[in-house]
């Protein structure tokens, strides 16, 4: 498993607040965005009912066995009272004229800042549609941003929330499903061994010295920059260590029965 | 408008594919999630039937109006043919031995690659729960996957086409909503004022001078690091040449009047 992620010393998870949200889907959505991405803690103002057959159980995957059901009702001022606040917003101040929603940090940043903060965080987002309130924006500490396109940077709540915590991974996940992947280039001995093949192999079909080196370069190249693995090594020299015991087989038939090479490049070069 | 984001000369925008998606709603939160991050061509392998009652449009925010509606129902079979295809998947090969699933590249690395290809390219993502069969995936040409929690690394399909839409934004965006926030921190001479009113301010409340320049220290390490704007620091130059003022006037009226001075630094140290 990948060591990719490593939790900081410092850095203490943020919980997930979710200001008035109308629709019952999105909250199971934030779930299970959260479980995902290793986040556990998720907190809710004015929230609808969660009934267990509503969507937020449908939308939560996993979650609905933990996160969701461990919810906690908050209210606004508890929660910036108690935490360091981030304040998600799709629309931003155009400058620093007016401090409502500037200045603001793009989720990469926010990333940066959090690596090195020892603090009790929250990631605060607002209900659908309209987000958070000026006034709720005002009492946050900071601002964070998605860029999107300029024509429609309006994302979905759950959307919105997903794409964040997505890019906190990398403080909030210790291991990732992925294998680690460093490493698994073939080795080199191994690769130049391929190319030894790769060459014999245009030289028994009747190419050339010149056609051959050439050639070879080129999928030298081809090869090299897909970096391949040990097994895609080891594969291709089987395919091409018996294509050469073949075709050299097939040079020794036409000696053997005096059979004239109409296809090799000696010929028809 | 930012310019972080450009289009590259050669990278052409991808498509996306749903295969066999069974939810509506699913196929309008990619839809959106395209318009959110500059993509535009739709394609669709045995979609349900999507009304303009139907969640599809319900979740689709803008791209009702034209992704959704544009739309076309391919087979997979013509994505193979027609597009270099990129498969999104949770579940990786846990190494070489087996390709199907091996080798993948998380987003950030398609995306890193995907900058310098000009071929038509696809994105493609599975049916919701099962997600891409390994007989599609065998026919695919690279496997992307996106890193998650170990525990449970699998993303809805909505979900997952939104991290990487998200994450491949740099190549399909050419404006994104958020200002340029570069150069945003104030000018350097009038921070060193606003320095200066500070250690006014101090000595004005009678703190001796050795007291006075640790302060000024201590606040120009807390300011330097926030970046102050240049509207932050005109208001603070604003808030605190007022404040001087009525200090200096406080010790002006207690020497007019002789009043002692129980309040200062120079008594109370």
Do not use: W
Not at 78 to 91: D, F, K, S
Not at 98 to 117: A, G, M, N, S
Not at 212 to 229: A, C, Q, Y
Request: glycine share 6%; charged share 25%.
């Amino acid at each position: 498993m990948s060591g990719e992620n490593t939790e900081s010393e410092v850095f203490k998870k943020p919980v997930v607040v979710v200001v008035d949200p109308k629709t019952p889907g999105n909250i199971g959505t934030i779930a299970r965005a959260m479980k995902n991405f290793g986040l556990e803690e998720l907190l809710l103002v004015d929230p609808p009912e969660l009934h267990r057959d509503s969507e937020a159980y449908g939308f939560a995957g996993h979650a609905r066995e933990d996160i969701l059901p461990n919810a906690r009702e908050v209210t606004f001022d508890e929660v910036v009272n108690n935490y360091h606040t981030i304040g998600c917003t799709a629309i931003t101040g155009e400058d620093s004229r007016r401090h409502i929603r500037y200045p603001f940090k793009t989720p990469v940043e926010i990333k940066q800042d959090l690596r090195t903060l020892s603090a009790p965080t929250a990631i605060v987002f607002g209900r659908e549609g309209t987000g958070l309130s000026n006034e709720e924006l005002a009492q946050i500490d900071q601002i964070c941003s998605i860029p999107a396109s300029d024509e429609y940077p309006v994302l979905n709540l759950g959307q919105a929330a997903t794409v964040l915590l997505y890019e906190l991974r990398e403080l909030t996940i210790a291991e990732t499903q992925l294998p680690d992947v460093t490493q698994t280039r073939a080795a080199e001995p191994d690769i130049e061994r391929l190319y030894g093949y790769l060459s014999e192999f245009l030289a028994a079909q009747g190419y050339n010295d010149r056609k051959t080196e050439k050639t070879t370069r080129l999928i030298r190249r081809l090869i090299g920059r897909t970096h391949p693995t040990d097994r895609e090594v080891h594969t291709l020299m089987g395919v091409f260590r018996r294509a050469n015991a073949q075709l050299n087989h097939r040079q020794e038939l036409l000696e053997r029965y005096d059979e004239p090479d109409t296809l090799s490049s000696h010929t028809n070069p």
